[in-house]
């Protein structure tokens, strides 16, 4: 397991950018990994995915918006995030398999 530490989150206007980072206190090389979100009163839902060769799958939702990516040399994963709306507010969360999750952190907005 490794230690995964959100940052970027934020408020922004409806139609702006926000780009997500993930720390790992370990190597994640080999692993796949990806972001989830949790809006207020939904359950916890795949945004993105990456695998360990840098493959990558979206929710239908978030696809041509969103851009995941990943840097093992810093044991860092991304998520730009473009043309924001409303439903895209939620607390988002990093995973890396097999079970390891961040803390989370809350991207709002703003209409």
């Known amino acids: 397991q490794v230690h995964l530490v959100e940052s970027g989150g934020g408020l922004v206007q409806a139609g702006g950018s926000l780009r997500l980072s993930c720390a790992a206190s370990?190597?994640?090389?080999?692993?796949?990994m990806g972001w989830y979100r949790q809006a207020p009163g939904k359950q916890r839902e795949l945004v993105a995915v990456?695998?360990?060769?840098?493959?990558?799958n979206y929710a239908d939702s978030v696809k041509g918006r969103f851009t995941i990516s990943r840097d093992n040399a810093k044991n860092m994963m991304y998520l730009q995030m473009n043309s924001l709306n409303s439903e895209d507010t939620a607390v988002y969360y990093c995973?890396?398999?097999?079970?390891?999750w961040g803390q989370g952190t809350q991207v709002t907005v703003s209409s």
């Open positions: 995973w890396a398999a097999p079970g390891s």
């Open positions: 370990g190597r994640i090389s080999g692993k796949p």
């Open positions: 990456i695998s360990s060769g840098g493959a990558t």
